[in-house]
């Protein structure tokens, strides 16, 4: 099926198989193997992409359902060989061991401090009414769609209140 | 995933006719959950009708002064909206308690009304259920499962209703609002849009195959005060053991039956002046199952309508 | 043979003059791994377009394949081959050993009509899409002829035998210490069976070139992934290249090949073009090993003041019908606390389940759950604070054996972790502490695990441009091996970072045992140092042998390395013009080490004390983490930075272990109940508050050159018993049986009338 998409800036018409998955586009199609595969079922975070800005799992989406959509991945972060302030900020804090989690969770702390901009809630969110502020409990909260079986979480709560301190 | 065919939906319209003419399609919106039980081939539509971009995300209040949600609205665009935060608050925390952000980001209000059961052994296609295979048995019956329904079983199946979502708007009074290709709408509880098992648990709710969600829509708020709980063994990104949603006089239990749980036993005897845990006792006395289960449901909802009265908040 | 005598003289590591040891630098790999460029072994270019693999899993636990029709997986769109065991291409009989040499035996797939457990691999498609490949496999057809299986542990413990090869380890007398005692505890522990749930599912990219068969594979041991494979094969291991570059997390479940090693690499030569081949994560949990579940009964005997008698730790534990393994979940205690009468053993289940096998500290994760909880137990009995109760059972030499301590700095661990952690606040009464609806607790626990120095080489080339470039056939599982051995090198040489290059796991470079048994950054590390000594030699000996050098005519043996440069008093080289000398391939050595023959004269260990504190919700019975701090010695650290990581992310594993991991074999079917990331809950970033640790300066002449230790499982060993104790204190019920979810903790709370 003929589908266009633009990931990380440049555009691509491919002719997919309806039942590819954004996730299996990117690492077979485009060769894009920086987002990963942990469980293709939405339980793991390795897939995190942004989609038009927003972060959702790679693995529970067809490539088909993107037709004309903006995706960024990991490999899309950096500017040349300057890294994006959270690739800098989770290598300074070292908020990974084995790696493989990695690019989705700097995916998706990319798309979290865009959604605490956008004063979205999340769980840890006290006061609904009020303001949204990037406490330590939700950092903790907005990430634990990321698994990290290397169990890097105090080093990537550091990491990213740190790229937030940069964004700010 | 068994092959299928795919087809974007120009306007609901073109949806519903497809849905028509194609026995066994699925719409599919976020595709969350569809595409997750496809992998596994739990689910093996022919076709996909995609929906996901027709124009039904808007929120907006109701002439009635409550509120009509589009049914592409997504988890986190319901649980954001200013309306939801500041009227609705448990509901926005039912939403917030579901899944992760990559999730809600994507999963959308008629999806997540349309989620079948997380089952350990309906999502193991080599193990019998009736739900996904009728007659095959009930595994979870005897199984090792931890989450399995107080309310409203029966001898085919014991499976819960995974949503966080759908306790809150059980809670609300929500009405999803309904289509179908002969054009005729139709407004549906939402508390019973999905069946009990009985003796057909593979028949999830009384949607027809053409009939699309258009949007959920619920009344004003409740007087008196809301709340919110849902436990779990993980502090995040895991199912319910047990969830229960405070609005007003009204209470839900999820995670406890094949659909969100009204107590109605338990606001009986709150309207009669009962106690909190009185009231959750007079729920609690028609469930059947596992003494710990019971126990577990019985202080939580003992504690959310407690906190919802005193205004604790969620 | 070496002796520890000789690593006693300073050397260049342990002066550590440029500061490069300990330095918390950045991971060497890190660059690649935040931007998404670190190839794993799935994601590998390959020399021509691959074609895809997928498994097709048993659905019964044991028995036999009765039929087998594959016409319709045949007929599929895209599909190459379909194989079963009826037509699976010839691979040696299990077990087969060509060369007697090799580190593993054959291991063949689909080798037989027999199934031994549910999860096994009965058929294999490969298609030219991933798509294709695995609707495929639904397609192929099997009934099985099921067979009686022993599948639940806990109702097989009457068939409990010893462990094979093993007696009961007995010191004095238990038994009349124990009755003798005046103050006792017997209590029995449940810890249940858990997956290691790596996030890089097992994978293997394969091609073959000639004869030859090149793998990328996600392995922790690098000649062990070979030899299965050349053996499996049937052909001598230097035609099998094997690379394990980048691995998504091991933990031990990766100390093995599986079959997508073997079925890619048949895959490839049967149909000539490279094939990938992953597990699912399905697969992941019903068809890898995993942790079997202890159950242990504990005895303490002690005075009144507090000291041990007689203590017995004895454990039941299970492994696969043909595939022994045994958990040694009581060893640990052997070494621990001192107590005249001792008795510790292991007993063994043989069940029709998926292999047991090595995860994260086997013995001690499962173990310390008993006796950590047990000791707080007896504490509490006494009316002593659990500190003061194990300093007064601090032994002055190993208890098990009288050898004497390397180096031992427990009671220092415990005495600064409750400096740092405020454990003087904790309210010895359970119960007494109340927050809102929240019970609050803490407690606390030791933490013991072995040192090991395992054989290992290296190879070493310093090239014109001023590079040194260490190879080794090593694997980096997170761990750090690259950065530390970078580490290591540079300061043997007096090189900066920027002049290392580390490349591992690669089957044709020096040979070093891969990552495992916190042996790792020890057995690699002293052969990184080892070969960089040979290296500084070989340099010493060509400057002074070498008319065109400074320092020609020189002794070699005077000569120092700084800064980039062979330096003897105001004279100096630099390494680079040395090397280039050499010739286009510049200067290459191999070294290696060894352990010293006397090194098992001490008593090695790593130590640490782990503090928690937690919430219990009065309502519902659910624990959350509030605080935890851990104080850890463990030899020298070579980077402070990825050593504290791999510290945490043990505590953090202890967490899991505590609270939420556990996966039940469905007895009815000889499956897991869970077998994904939704159902088997390992811990999420909310479960995970306040956790911090800190290592002490430490160096252990014992150990190595270096005086380094491992800290890869330390972090794990007693962080759960920490945990359950905070429970206790928190809300006043002992839970014995893990993980403590809330129903259990409910249970209690309601027996307790709570």
Known sequence: ?168 | ?314 | MSTVRDWAAPNPVTENRSGLIGKPVDRYEGRLKVTGTAPYAYEVETPAPPLFGHIVSSTLARGRIASVDISAAEAAPGVVRVWTHLNVPAQAARGTRLNPRSQRASNPALESDRVEHYGQSVAFVLADTPENARAAGGLVRITYEAESADLDFLSSLDQAGPAPGEEDARIGDFEAGYTASEVTVDATWFSPLQNHAQMEPCATTAWWEGDKVVVHTSIQMVKGGQHALAETLGVPSDRVRLFTRYIGGGFGGKGQSYDDLTLAALGARETGRPVRVAYTRQQMFQATIHRPAVQMRVRLGADRSGRLNAMALEAVTHCARNAPFVEHAANFARNLYAAPNRLTGHRLVRLDIPHAGAMRAPGEAPGMLSLECAMDELAETLGLDPIELRIRNEPEVDPDNAKPFSVRQLVRCMQEGAQQFGWERRNPVPGAVREGRWYVGMGMATAIRGNFLLPAKAGLRLTGDGVATLTQGMTDIGTGTYTILAQITGETLGLTLDQVRVELGDSDMPPAPGSGGQFGAATAGSAAYETGMVMRRRLAELAAGDPRSPLYGEDPTLMDFANGNIVLGNRSESLAALAARAGPEGVYVEGGISPAADARDWSQHTYGAQFAEVGVDSVTGEVRLRRMFGVFAAGRILNAKLAKSQITGGMIWGVGAALTESNPVDPRYGSFLHQDLGGYLAPVHADIVNLDAVLLDEADDKANPMGIKGVGELGICGAGAAIANAVYNACGVRLRDYPLTPDKVLAALEAKGL
Not at chain 1, 129 to 141: C, F, M, Q, W
Not at chain 1, 153 to 165: D, E, H, N, S, T
């Open chain 2, 1 to 314: 995933m068994k092959p299928f065919a795919f087809e974007r939906a120009r306007d609901v319209d073109h949806a519903l006719s497809l849905a028509a003419v194609s026995p066994g399609a699925r719409f599919l919106a976020g595709g969350t959950n569809l595409l997750d039980l496809m992998k596994l081939e739990i689910e093996q539509p022919p076709r996909l009708i995609d929906v996901g971009r027709l124009p039904l995300a808007d929120i907006a209040e109701t002439a009635g002064g409550g509120l009509r949600i589009g049914a592409l609205a997504t988890n986190t665009a319901v649980a954001s909206d200013p309306k939801v935060r500041s009227r609705y608050p448990a509901l926005a925390r039912a939403i917030l308690a579901g899944g992760s952000v990559q999730l809600r980001n994507k999963a959308t209000v008629g999806g997540n009304l349309m989620q079948r059961t997380r089952c350990p052994y309906f999502m193991d296609a080599a193990k019998p259920c009736n739900k996904r295979l009728p007659g095959s048995g009930c595994s979870a019956m005897d199984g090792l499962s931890s989450t399995l329904a107080l309310f409203g079983a029966s001898e085919m199946c014991i499976a819960v209703s995974p949503s966080d979502m759908s306790v809150a708007l059980a809670a609300f009074d929500a009405v999803a609002e309904t289509v179908r290709a002969d054009g005729s709408v139709q407004r549906r509880s939402v508390e019973t849009l999905h069946r009990l098992p009985g003796e057909a648990p593979q028949v999830d709710t009384d949607l027809a195959p053409d009939e699309l969600i258009l949007a959920v829509e619920l009344p004003p708020p409740p007087e008196g005060g809301q709340a919110w709980r849902k436990v779990r063994a993980r502090a995040s990104y895991t199912g319910a053991l047990a969830s229960v949603a405070v609005a007003g006089d009204r209470v839900a239990l999820g995670a406890v039956a094949a659909r969100p749980w009204r107590a109605r036993a338990a606001e009986a005897a709150l309207a009669d002046g009962a106690s909190p845990a009185e009231a959750a006792a007079a729920e609690l006395a028609s469930a059947e199952g596992e003494d710990g289960r019971k126990a577990l449901v019985r202080r939580l909802a003992a504690d959310v309508i407690r906190q919802a009265r005193e205004g604790v908040g969620s």
């Open chain 1, 1 to 168: 099926m003929l589908t266009t998409i633009r990931v990380n800036g440049v555009d691509h018409d491919v002719d997919v198989d309806p039942r590819t998955s954004l996730l299996d586009l990117l690492r077979e199609g485009l060769d894009l193997k920086g987002t990963k595969k942990g469980c293709d079922h939405g339980q793991c975070g390795a897939c995190t992409v942004l989609v038009n800005g927003v972060r959702i799992n790679a693995c529970l989406s067809l490539a088909v359902m993107h037709d004309g959509d903006a995706v960024v991945t990991v490999e899309g972060l950096a500017s040349g060989e300057l890294l994006h302030p959270v690739q800098q900020a989770f290598l300074t804090e070292d908020a990974f061991q084995c790696g493989y989690c990695t690019p989705g969770q700097i995916c998706s702390a990319v798309g979290l401090l865009a959604e605490v901009a956008a004063g979205q809630p999340s769980e840890a969110t006290a006061d609904l009414d009020g303001p949204v502020t990037l406490t330590d409990a939700e950092i903790r909260e907005r990430m634990s769609g990321n698994i990290c079986r290397c169990s890097a979480y105090p080093q990537i709560l550091a990491a990213v209140r740190r790229a937030a301190g940069a964004a700010a």
